[in-house]
């Protein structure tokens, strides 16, 4: 069990205090004008960039050794001045005033411990190990960074706008959640994460109405192409990682890669394409099953792809692509995510939510202890993401 509460505190327009004038500090001062706090830097000195920062956000620079009295109207304290007794009078200071505190690297002193975070706005993870191994909490943080889309920030602002209308309009917190499940697990989420706003508020709309009429019937699934360039998961990107870890069912060509198929949750079900690949497809998308089509990249593969995406397109099912890097340049490989109004040629284009390459034989490298404790806490509250900094 953990010594720590998780908990995330609003700063807006609250005072906080740092004491300390190096690059430490500055981090500390950074993540909090980051929060909406106020900012009060205790130092007879500051670094020259650290300075000019401080003059550009409009902070408090008091030139000179700390004083129990700089805390005064303050509401949180960070020691960063390097040195343990500098540190130790500031933690001593705030105890006094029942202020919580933190003294960076180190935990004695602390009330307080600041997670490594990632930030996908309003929504936002907070990792910590409780000061144990800062060194664990960033690999954990890598993992999650890997597994979260950049676009999830956008989804939680766009159901938080339409939160209060659906509360009005479906007064059961049971049929409320079950809506909510569909949403964020289904073909609106997919637009929205692409910035298709409008469709993906027309869709959450028809499904509300359903809803409230007492006949959701079955969420509409979707189908993710991920290419299977050279059957190397190297040429992955994280996006495709991602989708297949999340996939209930892997539909895949008899020359996919092992190595790739095995990126998929052990209790995903793998089902060979065949001749009926394309019917299945449907009628596995049809019943409400996230399902990721890993298929090859040559003339063939394409062939076979663009039929079946438009057979998907007939029976009103979304579906969107995942490129491999190796082929993610040529203007053919372009992702794009199929509107129910949309033609297999006029389908619109999206950028990747995420573009960024990382070779996933250096991060399935990375191996945690199965018992390795950490806690992971979950928020909606804009907060500044960052390093671990416990």
């Given at each position: 069990?953990?010594r ?44 020259p ?8 956000e ?93 676009a999830l ?8 706008a ?6 009005r ?43 409230c ?33 999340e ?63 438009d057979?998907l ?11 491999s ?5 040529e ?60």
């Amino acid at each position: 069990m953990t010594r720590y509460f998780p908990i995330f505190l609003d700063l807006e327009n609250r005072l906080a205090v740092v004491v300390g004038g190096n690059a430490v500090a500055w981090r500390k001062a950074k993540l909090l004008i980051g929060a909406g706090a106020r900012i009060r830097v205790v130092a007879p000195r500051l670094d020259p960039d650290f300075s000019r920062w401080l003059i550009r956000e409009q902070g408090e620079h008091r030139a000179s050794a700390f004083v129990p009295a700089d805390l005064d109207g303050s509401v949180l304290a960070i020691a960063a001045t390097g040195e343990e007794t500098g540190d130790a009078a500031v933690a001593e200071a705030a105890r006094a005033r029942f202020l919580p505190v933190n003294a960076v690297d180190r935990p004695a002193l602390c009330s307080f411990i600041m997670p490594a975070v990632v930030d996908r706005s309003p929504l936002v993870v907070a990792i910590s190990s409780g000061g144990t191994s800062p060194v664990l909490t960033q690999l954990v943080k890598m993992r999650i960074e890997s597994m979260l889309p950049g676009a999830l920030g956008q989804l939680a602002a766009f159901a938080g706008a339409l939160r209060n209308d659906v509360r009005r309009r479906l007064s059961d917190a049971a049929a409320r959640r079950r809506f909510w499940v569909a949403i964020f697990s289904g073909p609106v989420a997919e637009l929205i994460s692409a910035g298709r706003w409008t469709e993906g508020l027309q869709l959450l709309r028809r499904q509300l109405d359903r809803s409230c009429a007492g006949r959701p019937g079955p969420p509409m699934g979707m189908v993710h192409y991920v290419e299977d360039a050279l059957g190397e998961i190297d040429h992955l990107t994280l996006k495709a990682l991602r989708l297949l870890q999340e996939a209930e069912i892997v539909v895949h060509d008899e020359t996919a890669a092992p190595a790739v198929l095995a990126l998929a949750r052990s209790e995903a079900r793998r089902i060979p394409a065949d001749l009926d690949a394309t019917e299945r497809l449907v009628a596995l998308a049809g019943e409400g099953a996230r399902v990721v089509r890993l298929i090859g990249t040559g003339a063939l593969a394409r062939s076979r792809r663009e039929a079946e995406q438009d057979a998907l397109i007939a029976h009103g099912i979304e579906f969107g692509q995942a490129p491999s890097t190796a082929l993610a340049c040529e203007p053919e490989a372009e992702p794009y995510l199929a509107s129910r109004s949309s033609s297999p040629r006029t389908a619109s284009p999206i950028a990747l939510v995420e573009t960024g390459v990382l070779p996933l034989a250096a991060m399935s490298a990375v191996r945690l202890p199965e018992a390795s404790t950490f806690l992971t806490a979950f928020s909606t509250k804009s907060a500044s993401s960052g390093r671990s900094k416990e």
